[in-house]
C-alpha cells in the first residue's frame, strides 16, 4: 500500500496530517499501516527472522515463540534520557528531567529528519483499555522498529479494529525511531539504535510523545510506560482519575468471598510474582487483572474502580522459576517473544533462577557463546512478552470494561530492616503517607551502590508525567472526592527483612497470602492489630504463620517496631520531602509531624512481644 493510498484512507484530518507530516519528516522507503492480524504478526516475525533479529525457539518445547538479543548499548529503560518538556520548568519538579520544549523540538526535528532512510515506517494505531470504553485511550504510534510493531500486537489492542472505532476520537500521536538511517546498499545490523543519541521526551500540554534512539521495550513500546502513566497521569490530573504503577489481583477466600487489591512496588520487589502467586494456604486464591499499570476513578456506587489498560505482560524473565511463579512458567510455555535471556543448544531459553545449574552450550545475552566467567548469561533485565489471555490466572473481569472495585491499596519496598512485615495506615492521608514515603535498597541488577536506599514515591517516580508535588496533592484531592464513598484501606508490606547472618526471615513466593490473607480480613475490621506509631501492625496470633518456620525471635522482628530506628527513618523522610519545597502538601508534612510526635511520646515503638525493645 503506498502512501497516498494510507493517506486517502484516512477519514480523521489530525491523523492524515500526522501521518503525512511523519513520513515526510523521516523519508523511509516504504510505509505499512498495520492491521493487528495474526497473519502480519507472522509475516513480520518471519521478516526478522531472515534479518537474523529473531531465532524461532523450538516448537515442540516452545511453540509459536521467538528468541532475541539487543545492542549491549540498549538493554533498558534510560533515565538520564528521558525528558517530561513541560512549558514550565516547575511544572516537571525536581524528579524529572526537564529541558525547554522548543529547545527540544528543535533537537528531536534534527534527529527525525531522514532518520528512517532505507526503512519502513509502520504506523500502530492502538488501544489502551478496553476498545470503546470510557476509560480507554487512543494512540497512534509511528515506528521504523518490525520488533516494535510485533511486541504491540502483544501488548496493546492493535490495528484495523483501534482504526474503525477510534474515527475523530482524541489520541496520542507518538513518534519512535531506531534512529540508524541506511545508506542505498547499506546491510542493516542485527539490533539498530543509536548509541550516542536517545531520548524519550514527553510534552504534557500537547499529549505527544517523541523517542529516537532505542528499540528497547520500555523505551519504544511508547503504550507502555510513556502514554499509560507519564502522558495519563497527566490526563489524570487533568480529569479527576488516577494512572499508577499498580498491579491488581482478585484475592478469594476458602468461604468464596472475593475482594480486589491494588499494589505499587519499586523494581526488584516482586510486583509479578505477586499478581501471578500460587497461594500455599488451602482454599486461597488469587487471580490477575494486571500486572503493571492501574488507571482508577470513583464508580457511581462510590467504590474506586481499576483497570489494566495493558493486554500483555512485558515481565523481567531472570529469576522466574517454577518456585518463584509458577503461572509465569505455564504462561510463557507458547506464543512468546524472550529478549535478552540465553538460547540453549536446543532452542529453548534459559536464565538464572530457572534451574539451580545452567544447561551446557548455552549463548548468552549477547548472542555469543556462553563462558561461566563472563557473567551472566542472560541480562538481568531480560525479558518475556506475551499475551494476558495466556496467563493461567487470569481474573473473569480482567476485560470488564467497568474495572473491578478495589478494596485494598499495598505499598512495599525492599528493607532489610526498620519497615514490619505488613502495617495499615490510620486513614486515607496516612495512607497517601504511606505511599509518598516508599523506598528500597538498591540491588545487585539496579543502578547505584548495593544497599543505598532509593526513595520512589508510590513507585512513580521514573513515571510521574508532572511535578510530584503536585501528584501528591492530587492524590489528596482524589480521596476528597464527593463520589468517595467507600475508600480502600491502606496497607506497606516489606517481605525482604534479613536476619543477624543476612538471610531472607519471611519466606515470601506462595506464603506472602498469610499477609494478603490478613489484609482481606482487616478490610473487614476482622483481623486483630495493635496501634504503633507508624499504624495498624498485626498480633502474632492474628498472622497465619501456622507450618512455617519462624523462632519467637524471627517472629518478633518481622513484627517490631524500632524506636531508634523509626526516628532516624522519619529524618530520612524529612530530608527526602525537603526537595519538594512549596509543593509539599501541607498534609504530608502534617503526617510527619505527627510521626515523629508518636515516635517521641511512645516508651517503645511496638506493644507486640519484640526481642529487640522493652515492649
Known sequence: MDIESILGSIKSPRLHHFIKEAVKLCTPDRVHLCDGSDREFNELADLLVHKGVFVRLNSEKRPNSYWCHTDPSDTARVEEATFICSYNQDDAGPTNNWKDPTEMKQI????????????????????????GSDSSCYGVQITDSPYVVCSMKIMTVMGQQVMEHMKDSFFVPCMHSVGAPLLPGEEDVSWPCNKDNKYIVHFPEEKTIWSFGSGYGGNALLGKKSLALRIASVLGKEQGWLAEHMLILGITSPKGEKKYFAAAFPSACGKTNLALMLPKLEGWKIECVGDDIAWMRWGNDGRLYAVNPEAGFFGVATGTSEKSNPNAMKMISKNTVFTNVALTHSHDVWWEGMTKEPPESLTSWKGTRWEPTE??????????????????????????????????????????????????????????????????????????????????????????????????????????DEKAVVKPKFFYVNWFQKDSKGNFIWPGFGDNI?????????????????????????????????????????????????KKKWEDEAKNIEDYFSQFSYKLPFELHCQLQDLKKRLKDASCGSKSACSKCDG
Open 375 to 480: 557473567g551472566p548469561a542472560a541480562h538481568p533485565n531480560s525479558r518475556f512478552t506475551v499475551a494476558a489471555s495466556q496467563c493461567p490466572v487470569i481474573d473473569p473481569l480482567a476485560n470488564d470494561p467497568k474495572g473491578v472495585p478495589i478494596s485494598a491499596i499495598i505499598f512495599g519496598g525492599r528493607r532489610s530492616d526498620v519497615i514490619p512485615l505488613v502495617s495499615e495506615s490510620f486513614d486515607w492521608e496516612h495512607g497517601i503517607f504511606y505511599g509518598s514515603t516508599i523506598s528500597s535498597e538498591t540491588t545487585a541488577a539496579t543502578a547505584g551502590e548495593v544497599g543505598k536506599l532509593r526513595h520512589d514515591p508510590f513507585a512513580m517516580l521514573a513515571f510521574c508525567g508532572y511535578n510530584m508535588g503536585d501528584y501528591l496533592s492530587h492524590w489528596l484531592k482524589v480521596g476528597s
Open 514 to 562: 498469610r499477609v494478603l490473607k490478613w489484609i482481606f480480613e482487616r478490610c473487614d475490621d476482622k483481623a486483630e492489630a495493635v496501634k504503633t506509631p507508624v499504624g495498624y501492625v498485626p498480633t502474632f496470633s492474628s498472622l497465619d504463620t501456622a507450618g512455617l518456620d519462624l523462632s519467637d525471635e524471627n517472629k518478633g522482628s518481622l513484627l517490631c517496631i524500632d
Open 108 to 131: 528531536l526535528g534534527s534527529l527525525f529528519r531522514g532518520c528512517m532512510k532505507g526503512r519502513t515506517l509502520y504506523v500502530v494505531p492502538f488501544c489502551m483499555g478496553i476498545i
